[in-house]
């Protein structure tokens, strides 16, 4: 399977991104879907996911009630809508995929909120 990120760029506090990952290779509908982020010098971390059946949704504390994550099985492609971005989302976002013991990453896209 293939997960290409994009979207990403350098944005100014308070602002928004809508990062987009689109697929190929695998049967989109039946996984589940992730965004990471890793900032330089830190581990990297789950940020939202977004499950098959049904599109229930988990977020990390840090960004919940600023960012939505979102699927368009037909398109084969996950979204993460970043509203209010912060100075501490600046990382490298990563694309996931799961479905049982089959797991597929994207290579990432880098965010950056600065003024």
Same mark, same amino acid.
């Given at each position: 399977?293939?997960? /290409?990120?994009?979207?990403? +760029?350098? /944005?100014? $506090?308070?602002? @928004?991104?809508?990062?987009?990952?689109?697929?190929?290779? !695998?049967?989109?509908? @039946?996984?589940?879907?992730?965004?990471?982020?890793?900032?330089?010098?830190?581990?990297?971390?789950?940020?939202?996911?977004?499950?098959?059946?049904?599109?229930?949704?988990? =977020?990390?504390?840090?960004?919940?009630?600023? !960012?939505?994550?979102?699927?368009?099985?037909?398109?084969?492609?996950?979204?993460?809508?970043?509203?209010?971005?912060? $100075?501490?989302?600046?990382? /490298?976002? =990563?694309?996931?995929?799961? !479905?049982? $013991?089959?797991? =597929?990453? +994207?290579?990432?896209?880098?965010?950056?909120?600065? @003024?």
């Amino acid at each position: 399977g293939q997960l /290409v990120e994009s979207g990403g +760029g350098v /944005v100014q $506090p308070g602002g @928004s991104l809508r990062l987009s990952c689109t697929t190929s290779g !695998f049967t989109f509908s @039946s996984y589940a879907m992730s965004w990471y982020r890793q900032a330089p010098g830190k581990e990297r971390e789950l940020v939202a996911v977004i499950r098959s059946a049904g599109s229930r949704t988990n =977020y990390a504390d840090a960004v919940k009630g600023r !960012f939505t994550i979102s699927r368009d099985n037909a398109e084969n492609t996950v979204y993460l809508q970043m509203n209010s971005l912060k $100075p501490e989302d600046t990382a /490298v976002y =990563y694309c996931y995929a799961k !479905f049982g $013991p089959n797991d =597929y990453w +994207g290579q990432g896209t880098q965010v950056t909120v600065s @003024s």
